[in-house]
């Protein structure tokens, strides 16, 4: 059990120690906090998004030991100890990962509202099976809610991006994109 | 959304979650997955005092042969788990088949098949498959320990026979004489959908004759529930499409289907016809179990 902190009130708060990106933090956390919440209040990480709190959207995905979960239906608790990759930990050394890049190239991205939970869960795709199908890439991302681009330019970039078919796009400043 | 407060506590083993849910009694709810505990939660359907998380048992997440006794799942075995399972691959693929109907990728990642069972609701996807390849679960509590066919562990609507202090331990898939079984859901969703209908069968095929049959609803009536009638009319009978289509009008006729936002309950009795219907035929001829 984590350790519990009683404060004068007699709420209870628990120590967790969770690595977020590559980096650990240690949090205290009421029982009853929600992992999302405590990605984007208490992190700062505001890449996660929060859609219908109730497992249906997919906009909280994040993955957890590298699977594809949604935060909003995991008790911060419940996370102590494990890996949390957000959409924060994804492009390494300022350089967009391929799926980001290529749903940039195939414009795939409109009010990006979904765009986090879509990228982690094609990457949790990739990772585990890196030339997939596009039975294969519907599946992966059937629990991402997308409601303004529509799925057919996001599965294709997430094909592209595993036929490695990106092209780098220098986004300038002001750039209307 | 609001989440209500309540203690939170993780046990290190089965003896101290049994120990500390008697000394809590109705005022601890278990929580595996909490896909179904925070929905509830967040939607102020269920108020509770206490969570007792089970993500400490790692002795209830595992799927391992018993010889002579079949294959056990642990309660904490997640959706995926079973879907990536090899062992149940090759020996009951239609379990497998069952939890890769279910959900989404991320739901599959947290749910588990205690959570499945417990949750007692008839859409739940993996009971009527077990059912049909009669399961029985182990129930464990400070008092000791019981088993029972799954098919006996539903009540009601949203009602089993688990009883305050008792933690499901796992569900036990028996050796069996099955040639064939299968679940067919019909979801208004290809992916992430609750069960309009479902309907499990497993076969046992002896040149041509069935020699048994399982008819397993879902979403069909208060609970899942076998659809007896149609058993009894199949046993021993030469099989032919006629026969089929007949056994899926009996099951549609015990069927006891209501009315939701998701189908009518005529609409849902035609679907318990044809999905008996096709049920029956994948089992006899695709021969996986
Ligand atoms: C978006 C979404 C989609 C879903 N789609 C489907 C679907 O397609 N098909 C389907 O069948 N279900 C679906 N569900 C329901 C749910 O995910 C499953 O029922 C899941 O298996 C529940 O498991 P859990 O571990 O998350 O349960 P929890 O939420 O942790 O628990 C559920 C209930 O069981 C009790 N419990 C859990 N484990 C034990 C145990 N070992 N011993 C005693 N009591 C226990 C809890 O106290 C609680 O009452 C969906 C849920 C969501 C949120
Ligand atoms: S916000 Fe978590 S799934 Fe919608
Ligand atoms: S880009 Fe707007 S919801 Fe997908």
Partial sequence: MSQVITDKNGVKRYLITINVNGDSHSLLVKGNAILTNVLRDDLNLTGTKKGCELGDCGSCTVLLDGKPVDSCMVLAVEADGREITTIEGVAANGQLDDIQQSMLNHAAVQCGYCTPGMVLSAKALLTRNPHPSEREVREAIAGNLCRCTGYVHIVEAVLAASRGEITPVDLKEGDSR | ?289
């Fill in chain 2, 1 to 289: 959304m609001n989440m209500p407060d309540f203690e939170y506590h993780a046990p290190e083993t089965l003896q101290e979650a049994c120990a500390l849910l008697a000394e809590l009694g109705r005022n601890a709810t278990v929580l595996a997955g909490g896909t179904d505990v925070l929905h509830k939660m967040k939607t102020g359907k269920l108020a509770s005092g206490h969570l007792v998380s089970l993500k400490r048992l790692g002795e209830l997440r595992n799927i391992r042969s018993k010889s002579g006794h079949g294959i056990v799942i642990g309660a904490l075995t997640r959706h995926n788990e079973i879907y990536n399972s090899p062992l149940l691959q090759e020996l009951f693929l239609s379990l497998p088949m069952a939890a890769h109907t279910m959900a989404s990728n991320q739901i599959c990642n947290l749910g588990t098949l205690g959570g499945n069972i417990v949750n007692g609701v008839p859409s739940a996807d993996l009971p009527p498959i077990l059912i049909a390849l009669k399961a029985c679960i182990r129930l464990v509590s400070a008092q000791g320990e019981r088993s029972m066919a799954l098919e006996d562990f539903f009540c009601g609507a949203a009602q089993t026979r688990i009883v305050p202090g008792e933690i499901l331990a796992d569900t036990t898939i028996p050796e069996q004489s099955t040639t064939g079984s299968t679940y067919i859901k019909f979801g208004l969703r290809r992916s992430g959908a609750l069960a309009v209908a479902g309907v499990a069968v497993s076969v046992t095929v002896d040149k041509n004759i069935l020699r048994e049959a399982r008819i397993v609803l879902a979403s069909s009536a208060p609970t899942v529930m076998r659809a007896r009638n149609a058993e009894g009319f199949l046993r021993g009978k030469k099989i032919s499409g006629k026969l089929l289509a007949e056994a899926g009008a009996m099951a549609a006729a015990e069927s006891r289907p209501r009315d939701s936002i998701r189908g009518s309950a005529e609409y849902r009795r035609n679907l318990v016809e044809v999905l008996t219907k096709r049920a029956l035929r994948k089992a006899i001829d695709k021969g996986h179990i």
